[in-house]
């Protein structure tokens, strides 16, 4: 009988897949990648036409030579690894590392693990996809260019432990100016204006909002705008002029992209994309369930596609047909093959096994395997389901010459709200009660007005930091987590429940790349880059032909950097305070969380303590010093120096200038002095100290 190697990344992928072949099959894992540029200088041969010096990962040695028995007993051996880039890379690897003869191996792949899926790819074997393999190493190739150009740079002109990367330093780039339009942001006064209207045999009053007039919307900037119109509605006659009764549909969500359900998995769970991303790994590659041993739970996790195979598709609908009737049938399957983005060759992320519900698994399931696995059950079941319908009743009330509005809205079908919502569903309050129509009379109760200002973009979180990485074309399903978690790892930003903030070494870096190297942290060039890499996955174009034309660039630019960038000295700072301990004059460190002070008789005296900066500006409430502080993230914040026995605290820097309104102190926000207090918030004109600055 012959005998067959598989060959996998993982041992849980490989155990997984054994139960569901003969005895005559060995299944070993390859730990992920065997073969990798060196650490130790850029790894490619620029003058031999770029060619990569790929070398054996160390410690790989002893895995390598079990694989290399294994093979010489095999009559055939299966390249079994993830059906990506990665995954054709790796297995090409192998290929060179075991030195396989061709005819004795063949590529395998599959969307998901289960028996059909793994017996239907071993009788049909292909070749190793070359083009797959080249986008790869174009990917890495460059990645590795503009770390080891860039980064050098960073140590010698900053500070050692630095790093630039292709996809990293777009990404700070977005974080960061985000972080500069909020503070740049001037909060603009508005007013809403609500009526409660009493009706006859309605016990809750109906709350309208004011419109506008004949002429259409109006808005409210100023509390004197709401005086002017309440007054002109005294003794007014408030008719209903019109009821419009309307249905609106809630359509079912797609299934999950990795993108999507890293953005969900945030949002629902409070999870980081690092930890969904290794969650859905473990449910992929197969979970012991009772009864039935290791089963692979759901499709392959990186992805940039909607589409459902046939089987998965004609399984759910099956299942909600048993269990919810055929009214909850979507009537037409939706796709969505808009994406031109080349892992739209993949499925969806969806459960392998639709009957094996959450709850039939959860005995089995950890915590977070349970409630990652069902977001995706849940979601996948919705997605073949009808839409909710909604029931929706529009009033239009006419008092002089204002228009007020008011509505409700009734769920008249759940449709695939009966499995799956989303995490950021909000249902609109209805403003109507009871049945109220044309000739229903109206008597006012009294007026609700209230105060509002616009608020300013809000900070990234990692869902919606991953939303913008991929409407902009920024990296790919693979890279989402590991560039966020990259900047993470470096403090170049921190994060503070869920918002992303920038750090001082993060703007640092920011200000050098954006001047020094304005392509790579451009968003339209990274795209621009990631089409290319997937031009090279169709055959459209030669990998060498994108790094022949970016390297000589890239590498101009450093020289030219390495010449004319000023070195920003980060020095031992002298200060007047001295060291309890020794009694040396302190001086300011600069750490991985920004500056400390420090003795200089370190080792022999390690003693340390944050760093206070004074600003130059006196506290509003007890005239002490101003401070800048920092959260246990990071994140800059200014406050007085006698904290915690003064409770003056400002994100914003504050000013010496009162609000001529108020009287409370001001905020530089985008060139402008601003009031402090909320009630007001009034805009000072720019000044001569903030225009030098």
């Known amino acids: 009988m012959p005998k067959y190697l598989v060959i996998v990344e993982s041992p849980a992928k490989a155990k997984t897949i054994k139960k569901y072949l003969g005895t005559n099959y060995e299944v070993i894992a390859s730990m992920g990648?065997?073969?990798?540029?060196?650490?130790?200088?850029?790894?490619?041969?620029?003058?031999?036409?770029?060619?990569?010096?790929?070398?054996?990962?160390?410690?790989?040695?002893?895995?390598?030579?079990?694989?290399?028995?294994?093979?010489?007993?095999s009559d055939k051996v299966y390249l079994a690894?993830?059906?990506?880039?990665?995954?054709?890379?790796?297995?090409?690897?192998?290929?060179?590392?075991?030195?396989?003869?061709e005819g004795k191996y063949k590529r395998i792949t599959f969307n998901e693990i289960t028996k059909t899926a793994v017996k239907n790819a071993i009788k049909s074997p292909r070749d190793i996809d070359m083009d797959l393999v080249d986008a790869q190493q174009a990917r890495r190739v460059l990645d590795r260019m503009v770390g080891y150009s860039i980064s050098p740079l960073l140590w010698k002109k900053v500070k050692r432990g630095l790093s630039a990367g292709r996809v990293q330093s777009a990404a700070l780039k977005l974080i960061s100016d985000r972080e500069d339009k909020i503070n740049e942001f001037i909060p603009e006064e508005y007013w809403t204006l609500d009526v409660h209207l009493g009706a006859k045999g309605i016990k809750k009053p109906v709350i309208a909002k004011f419109y506008g007039d004949g002429t259409?919307?109006?808005?409210?900037?100023?509390?004197?705008?709401?005086?002017?119109?309440?007054?002109?509605?005294?003794?007014?006659?408030?008719?209903?002029?019109?009821?419009?009764?309307?249905?609106?549909?809630?359509?079912?969500?797609?299934?999950?992209?990795?993108?999507?359900?890293?953005?969900?998995?945030?949002?629902?769970?409070?999870?980081?994309?690092?930890?969904?991303?290794?969650?859905?790994?473990?449910?992929?590659?197969?979970?012991?369930?009772?009864?039935?041993?290791?089963?692979?739970?759901?499709?392959?996790?990186?992805?940039?596609?909607?589409?459902?195979?046939?089987?998965?598709?004609?399984a759910a609908r099956e299942y909600i047909e048993k269990f919810y009737g055929e009214a909850y049938l979507s009537e037409i399957q939706p796709q969505k093959n808009k994406s031109t983005k080349i892992q739209d060759a993949h499925e969806a992320i969806r459960p392998a096994h639709t009957d094996l519900s959450p709850v039939a698994v959860k005995d089995s399931l950890s915590r977070d395997q349970f409630r990652l696995y069902a977001l995706i059950w849940k979601r996948f079941i919705a997605s073949r389901m009808k839409p909710a319908v909604y029931d929706i009743k529009s009033v239009k009330i006419t008092a002089g010459k204002y228009i007020f509005t008011a509505s409700a809205s009734k769920l008249k079908f759940d449709g695939f709200m009966s499995v799956y919502v989303e995490a950021d569903f909000k249902k609109e309050e209805d403003s109507i009660s009871g049945n109220i129509d044309e000739n229903t009379e109206l008597k006012f109760e009294k007026f609700d007005a209230a105060q509002h200002f616009t608020q300013p973009p809000a900070h990234f979180t990692e869902a919606s930091l991953v939303k913008a990485l991929e409407e902009l074309g920024i990296g790919r399903p693979s890279t989402y987590a590991p560039t966020i978690t990259t900047i993470l790892a470096r403090r170049y930003v921190a994060k503070e429940n869920k918002a992303i903030f920038i750090t001082e070494i993060g703007t640092v870096v920011n200000k050098i790349m954006n001047v020094a190297f304005p392509e790579i942290v451009d968003a339209?060039?990274?795209?621009?880059?990631?089409?290319?890499?997937?031009?090279?996955?169709?055959?459209?174009?030669?990998?060498?032909e994108i790094v022949r034309n970016f390297y000589p660039d890239l590498e101009r630019e450093v020289k030219n950097?390495?010449?004319n960038l000023e070195k920003i000295e980060i020095q031992d700072e002298v200060t007047e305070e001295l060291c309890p301990n020794c009694e040396r004059n302190l001086v300011i460190k600069y750490g991985p969380h920004g500056k400390f002070l420090a003795c200089p008789g370190f080792p022999d005296c390690k003693f340390t303590k944050p760093y206070l900066e004074k600003v130059g500006i006196s506290c509003p409430n007890c005239g002490s010093e101003v401070v800048i502080r920092k959260t246990k993230k990071g994140r800059?914040?200014?406050?007085?120096?006698?904290?915690?026995?003064?409770?003056?605290?400002?994100?914003?820097?504050?000013?010496?200038?009162?609000?001529?309104?108020?009287?409370?102190?001001?905020?530089?926000?985008?060139?402008?002095?601003?009031?402090?207090?909320?009630?007001?918030?009034?805009?000072?004109?720019?000044?001569?100290?903030?225009?030098?600055?």
């Not at 790894?43 to 010096?53: C, H, L, M, T």
């Not at 709401?226 to 019109?242: C, F, P, Q």
């Not at 339209?524 to 060498?544: Q, S, Y």
């Not at 009162?658 to 909320?678: I, Q, R």
Request: proline share 4%; glycine share 6%; net charge neutral.
């Open 216 to 314: 259409g919307k109006l808005p409210i900037s100023s509390g004197k705008e709401v005086d002017e119109i309440i007054k002109s509605l005294k003794n007014a006659d408030y008719k209903i002029t019109d009821i419009k009764n309307s249905e609106r549909m809630r359509k079912a969500p797609l299934p999950f992209t990795t993108s999507t359900l890293q953005q969900e998995a945030s949002k629902s769970l409070n999870f980081s994309t690092q930890k969904t991303m290794r969650v859905a790994q473990q449910l992929y590659e197969g979970v012991e369930i009772k009864g039935q041993g290791l089963v692979g739970l759901i499709s392959y996790l990186r992805t940039d596609s909607t589409r459902v195979s046939e089987e998965a598709d004609k």
């Open 636 to 693: 800059p914040f200014y406050s007085c120096e006698k904290s915690p026995e003064c409770e003056f605290i400002s994100w914003q820097k504050p000013s010496e200038i009162k609000c001529p309104e108020c009287g409370s102190y001001t905020v530089e926000k985008g060139g402008k002095l601003v009031c402090s207090n909320k009630e007001c918030q009034k805009v000072v004109v720019k000044t001569k100290t903030i225009n030098d600055k």
């Open 33 to 73: 990648h065997v073969r990798d540029l060196p650490k130790s200088q850029m790894g490619v041969d620029v003058e031999n036409d770029y060619e990569p010096k790929y070398i054996t990962i160390r410690g790989k040695g002893e895995l390598l030579s079990a694989l290399r028995k294994a093979v010489k007993k």
């Open 81 to 101: 690894t993830d059906p990506d880039r990665e995954g054709e890379a790796i297995s090409w690897h192998l290929v060179s590392a075991l030195k396989l003869e």
């Open 524 to 544: 339209n060039f990274t795209a621009t880059m990631e089409g290319l890499l997937d031009k090279v996955e169709t055959g459209d174009i030669a990998w060498k």
């Open 561 to 563: 950097e390495e010449e």
